[in-house]
């Protein structure tokens, strides 16, 4: 009895982790597909310098993504201060989903170049 109660236990335990796994899961996409989706996503993309210049509204930080892929454009509004090193990014990552408006996002991942790649370059 004590076998089964303890293999009984270990399945529900698997499950649940395997469930709760799959929940936190944020998938890349594009900002296409960013729009169509009722989850967090999270959009890859290159500050839009044809928008109006990154500015705050409120509590939010606000500026354009560019996905470097398809050319279409999205408002970002992040929920925080702007990142320190946010005018030297190369690539942004906003997490979040799309609101109506804009993309309302939790998170954002700076992705600066590296001082190193260029030596890497060279040898």
């Not at 890859?44 to 996905?67: I, N, Q, R, W, Y």
């Not at 190369?90 to 408006?101: C, Q």
Request: with cysteine.
């Amino acid at each position: 009895m004590r076998k089964y109660l303890l293999i009984t236990l270990i399945v529900i335990f698997g499950v649940y982790a395997l469930w709760s796994l799959t929940d936190s899961v944020t998938p890349y996409v594009g900002i296409k597909e960013a729009r169509q989706s009722a989850k967090n996503v999270q959009v890859k993309g290159l500050l839009d310098k044809t928008a109006p210049a990154p500015h705050v509204e409120g509590k939010d930080f606000v500026f354009s993504l560019l996905d470097e892929e398809t050319g279409e454009t999205m408002p970002v509004r992040y929920h925080g201060v702007k990142p320190d090193q946010f005018d030297e990014a190369y690539h942004i990552v906003a997490i979040g989903k799309w609101d109506g408006s804009a993309f309302s996002a939790d998170k954002l991942l700076i992705k600066c170049p590296s001082k190193y790649e260029g030596a890497r370059a060279a040898n």
